[in-house]
């Protein structure tokens, strides 16, 4: 069974420090790796695409890596800031199919 | 100028009504998808089209069919409406085959039916 599965399902941080988002899918065979942000009432905004053969992407304070092999992803977001609070999502995209995570709340506390 | 749009943003209807739910996209996208929220707030996909294929998950009741006028829109019929149809439809789109590029999503539908 295709899953994708995000750790923790809610952080609670004060302002100013790094934090790791963390995702793990099944099945290696993935086109790409998407990492989301929803907030409340909002629709999706992208953040980072990478692809299958690369290992990761920046993009200003965020930065997203993928390990196949070991079927992981992390978002990696420096000094957090307050507008940074929202649920952050990552997709694992495959052939005819693109299977979301349940989500990460993240609240950035100033 | 907005990106992805749908229309209408809320609709609150009866069961075992039809209703449809309006998408465009104005960034010359290939693919456009539409995607459903349930109350947990978990995202699922229920179709994806471009105008070679139609992909359609295999547990959207067939009660639910998009229609593409052309390559800019993407409409979601849905008819005998229930109560567990309730939830965020969100419609997006992406440049390339399915699932292969960056998804730019709208604003959702939020459906309540009484």
């Known amino acids: 069974k295709q899953e994708v599965t995000q750790i923790p399902a809610a952080l609670s941080v004060p302002e100013g420090e790094n934090l790791v988002l963390n995702c793990s899918f099944t099945?290696?065979?993935?086109?790409?790796l998407q990492w989301f942000r929803q907030d409340p009432g909002k629709g999706l905004t992208s953040l980072l695409l990478?692809?299958?053969?690369?290992r990761e992407q920046t993009s200003g304070r965020l930065n997203a890596s993928l390990d196949k092999s070991s079927g992981r992803s992390t978002l990696y977001i420096a000094a957090s800031q307050p507008g940074d609070s929202a649920t952050y999502l990552c997709a694992r995209g495959s052939q005819g199919n693109l299977i979301f995570g349940k989500g990460t709340k993240l609240s950035v506390k100033p | 100028d907005t990106a992805v749009s749908q229309t209408p943003k809320y609709l609150v209807t009866q069961m075992g009504n039809d209703k449809s739910i309006k998408c465009e996209q104005n960034l010359g996208h290939d693919t456009m998808y539409w995607y459903k929220q349930d109350s947990k707030k978990f995202l699922k996909i229920m179709f994806s089209?471009?105008?070679?294929?139609?992909?359609i998950n295999e547990t959207v009741p067939n009660r639910f069919s998009p229609k593409s006028p052309d390559k800019a829109h993407l409409n979601l019929h849905i008819n005998s409406l229930e109560l567990g149809d309730s939830a965020v439809y969100f419609c997006a789109s992406s440049q390339g085959r399915q699932y292969s590029g960056t998804q730019y999503f709208g604003p959702g539908t939020r459906l309540l039916v009484l």
């Open positions: 990478i692809q299958s053969s690369q």
């Open positions: 099945d290696s065979a993935i086109y790409n």
């Open positions: 089209y471009n105008n070679k294929e139609l992909i």
